[in-house]
């Protein structure tokens, strides 16, 4: 269902820190997921910014916590294919499909946010909530009857709806007295242990028919059942049921491609951890079965899901994307007239990116430059700059003393003194002054400089903190005003007149007086209207007169 046609596929939003990457991101989805929403706040005079703001993080967070059609994650130096895409994984777990009494270290191949992404983004949440498929449907393989049987228990249960199994001489399985039974072994416990405790309302079960093939599939309608007395046409010692609504019986649909590779045992119940229902389901619908009670949308008509991938330059993008990166393109989605699929290394499955999957990332251009992404990976995105923005202050004032800052201007005329001396990427983001909007006092701008502003300005400039005073216009204010000043004894009377010393002075250190005066952000923006105090010198002059401190 295509929502947002003017939303790409994929895109990355870049530019310097502080100007909102991040934050829009929260916009953006609800664009691609809910543009009805969108539009309806935009053009709602009655509500504030705040107010607007609000209500989209609320649909935003429904969207990410409720309905799972959002997923965020960061990539980072030690974020990896097997954190995006699929890996294995070790669980010291008692949950294994030969047995559960051991607690030993299983290892499993388990999806990576990527992978889960794109399968639940395979499935119909409002039909299958129809159905009774649980959002996190696990995968149980069943055996009713033995395959050399007549069958006749099941198919009585395909056709009441219901799964049975033996083992009448256990009584009720919520009574646990097997557990302590010695005629059983381990196989058998786990099966009635899976039966009666761990398989859950909403879980899909498959009924095997060979070790490669199934025979039928359903969903988990109602809890575990215990009838001593069964009913005509049911084996005598079959009185343990679950309710199940089988939504397709009579097949003989080979899993093992689904399954990684593996085939089907005769333990009688177990989870298939290998298999989830989204794949499960496609191969259903690729092999034209049809599952009673389940409508499903088609292809086109699909809810859209997002991923939002913050600091995407911070990780090795050829190695978390893998072979995916080709994938990536619209036409290559799953469905397009060109649509590719890949096998994936772990699970040995096949593997496309659906169609109504989008990815948002965020870019700090000051980690990495654009030129230095990957360039397979700036071929298959539309990149959106965003830039520090002074209006989004606008109004923002800080008085004191008689004295005034406009927020606004002052973003402004340091973002162009850096551009001059470093760049326009390494630009301050209105972000970190936007706390203001809330309380413009001199203390939160003082805290907002000591803490945010001023360590940003020294991380740009590798600690020369000469050039931090130019940007800070320290060179044209007067001593006490000055956020960075030099310190210690003067050349001359570390090693006398004439010493020849032909090194930078690099003894330089914070004013805290300064951050105390409102004049001292003033001077920020212009010295000359500070007054005839204001000496304008330049900025080796300076340097001599400021190193009185014995």
């Known amino acids: 269902m295509t929502l947002a046609p003017s939303a790409p596929l994929n895109?990355?939003?870049?530019?310097?820190?502080?100007?909102?990457?991040?934050?829009?991101?929260?916009?953006?989805?609800?664009?691609?997921?809910?543009?009805?929403?969108?539009?309806?706040v935009k053009a709602d005079t009655t509500l504030s910014q705040d107010a607007k703001r609000k209500r989209l993080k609320l649909r935003f967070d429904e969207l990410l916590?409720?309905?799972?059609?959002?997923?965020?994650?960061?990539?980072?130096?030690?974020?990896?294919?097997?954190?995006?895409?699929?890996?294995?994984?070790a669980n010291?777990?008692?949950?294994?499909?030969?047995?559960?009494?051991?607690?030993?270290?299983?290892?499993?191949?388990?999806?990576?946010?990527?992978?889960?992404?794109?399968?639940?983004?395979?499935?119909?949440?409002?039909?299958?909530?129809?159905?009774?498929?649980?959002?996190?449907?696990?995968?149980?393989?069943?055996?009713?009857?033995?395959?050399?049987?007549?069958?006749?228990?099941?198919?009585?249960c395909f056709a009441h709806d219901e799964a049975r199994i033996g083992?009448?001489?256990?009584?009720?399985?919520?009574?646990?007295?097997?557990?302590?039974?010695e005629n059983l072994g381990v196989k058998e416990k786990s099966s009635l242990r899976n039966f009666?405790?761990?398989?859950?309302?909403?879980?899909?079960?498959?009924?095997?028919?060979?070790?490669?093939?199934?025979?039928?599939?359903?969903?988990?309608?109602?809890?575990?059942?215990?009838?001593?007395?069964?009913?005509?046409?049911?084996?005598?010692?079959?009185?343990?049921?679950?309710?199940?609504?089988?939504?397709?019986?009579?097949?003989?649909?080979d899993i093992t491609s689904i399954n990684g590779g593996k085939q089907l045992t005769l333990q009688t119940v177990y989870r298939l951890w290998n298999m989830s229902w989204p794949n499960l389901q496609k191969a259903l619908t690729d092999a034209n079965i049809e599952l009673r009670g389940l409508d499903l949308r088609k292809r086109d008509e699909q809810f859209p899901y997002v991923l939002v991938i913050d600091e995407i330059n911070r990780g090795n993008v050829s190695r978390i994307f893998g072979e995916l990166i080709t994938l990536l393109e619209p036409s290559k989605r799953a469905g397009a007239a060109e649509a590719l699929s890949v096998t994936l290394p772990y699970s040995k499955t096949k593997f496309s990116v659906p169609s109504n999957v989008y990815i948002i990332g965020t870019m700090n251009t000051t980690d990495r430059s654009l030129a230095g992404l990957d360039v397979a990976l700036r071929r298959r995105f539309e990149f959106e700059e965003l830039m520090p923005d002074p209006d989004a202050l606008k109004g923002v004032v800080v008085s004191e003393g008689g004295l005034s800052v406009n927020i606004a201007e002052?973003?402004?005329?340091?973002?162009?003194?850096?551009e001059a001396l470093l760049d326009r990427a390494h630009q301050l983001g209105h972000a970190y002054f936007m706390e203001l909007r809330e309380d413009a006092s001199r203390a939160r701008l003082a805290q907002v400089f000591k803490n945010r502003v001023i360590p940003l300005l020294q991380e740009y400039f590798f600690d020369d903190w000469e050039r931090i005073a130019w940007i800070l216009n320290d060179h044209r204010k007067p001593a006490g005003q000055r956020?960075?000043?030099?310190?210690?004894?003067?050349?001359?009377?570390l090693f006398g007149e004439n010493h020849g010393v032909q090194a930078v002075d690099k003894r330089w250190c914070l004013n805290p007086l300064a951050f105390d005066a409102l004049a001292s952000f003033a001077g920020v923006i212009d010295a000359g209207t500070m007054g005839s105090a204001m000496v304008a010198k330049a900025p080796e002059q300076d340097a001599k007169t400021a190193d009185i401190v014995n």
């Not at 083992?167 to 039974?181: A, I, T, Y």
């Open 167 to 181: 083992w009448c001489d256990v009584g009720n399985l919520e009574s646990e007295q097997f557990e302590h039974d």
């Open 196 to 253: 009666g405790f761990r398989i859950q309302v909403g879980d899909i079960v498959v009924c095997l028919k060979t070790v490669k093939t199934i025979q039928a599939v359903g969903v988990v309608t109602g809890p575990y059942v215990y009838e001593e007395t069964v009913p005509v046409g049911v084996r005598e010692d079959y009185v343990h049921k679950l309710q199940v609504h089988w939504l397709a019986t009579g097949l003989n649909l």
């Open 92 to 156: 010291l777990s008692r949950e294994n499909e030969v047995d559960e009494d051991v607690s030993a270290l299983a290892y499993r191949i388990e999806p990576g946010v990527f992978k889960q992404l794109c399968e639940d983004a395979q499935r119909d949440p409002l039909a299958e909530a129809k159905a009774g498929i649980s959002p996190n449907a696990n995968v149980w393989k069943m055996s009713i009857e033995e395959a050399s049987s007549d069958g006749q228990t099941r198919q009585y």
């Open 11 to 40: 895109q990355i939003v870049f530019g310097p820190p502080g100007t909102g990457k991040t934050y829009s991101t929260v916009t953006k989805v609800i664009q691609i997921l809910d543009p009805k929403l969108l539009a309806q």
């Open 483 to 493: 956020f960075v000043q030099k310190h210690g004894k003067s050349l001359d009377v």
């Open 65 to 89: 916590n409720d309905e799972r059609r959002v997923r965020f994650t960061t990539f980072h130096q030690s974020f990896s294919y097997e954190d995006f895409v699929e890996g294995i994984r």
């Open 410 to 418: 002052l973003l402004r005329v340091m973002n162009e003194r850096i």
